[in-house]
Nanobody, 126 residues
Framework: QVQLVESGGGSVQTGGSLRLSCAAS???????MSWFRQTPGKGLEGVAA????????RYVDSVKDRFTISRDNRENTLYLQMNNLSPEDTGMYYC????????????????????WGRGTQVAVSS
C-alpha cells in the first residue's frame, strides 16, 4: 500500500524559502513523482514533476527558477525547495505518485496520479 506523508510547510514572509519533504512507502523508484498545490480561488494545480531516475523535471511557468524538485530514491523521499516565495504561493501542497510514463506524467494532470499525501500548508505573507 502506497503511503505519502508531506512535511515542511509553514508561514514565511514574501521572499522567504521553505523546503517541503514527502516520505514515501510502498512505492518503487520506477514511479514518477510530483507536487501539486491547492490555492485559494485557483483549484488544484500541478507545480512540478520529476522522472523516476530524477534526471528529468518539469515545472509550471509560475514557479520556474524559484522552485526545485528533487528526489532521493535510496531514502524514498521527494523534496521541493521553494525560494523567493510570494503570497500567490500560499496553499496546501500535496505530493503525488504516478506509474504513468514520463511523457504522460510530466503533463501534471492530476487524473494520472493514483496516490496522494494529505498535504502540508504553506502561507506566505506580504
Amino acid at each position: 500500500q502506497v503511503q505519502l506523508v508531506e512535511s515542511g510547510g509553514g508561514s514565511v514572509q514574501t521572499g522567504g524559502s521553505l523546503r517541503l519533504s514527502c516520505a514515501a512507502s510502498g512505492i518503487t523508484a520506477s514511479y514518477c513523482m510530483s507536487w501539486f498545490r491547492q490555492t485559494p480561488g485557483k483549484g488544484l494545480e500541478g507545480v512540478a514533476a520529476i522522472s523516476p531516475s530524477g534526471i528529468f523535471t518539469r515545472y509550471v511557468d509560475s514557479v520556474k527558477d524559484r522552485f526545485t524538485i528533487s528526489r532521493d530514491n535510496r531514502e524514498n523521499t521527494l523534496y521541493l525547495q521553494m525560494n523567493n516565495l510570494s503570497p500567490e504561493d500560499t496553499g496546501m501542497y500535496y505530493c503525488a505518485a504516478s506509474a504513468a510514463p514520463w511523457r504522460q506524467c510530466s503533463a501534471l494532470n492530476s487524473a494520472d496520479f493514483m496516490s496522494w499525501g494529505r498535504g502540508t500548508q504553506v502561507a506566505v505573507s506580504s
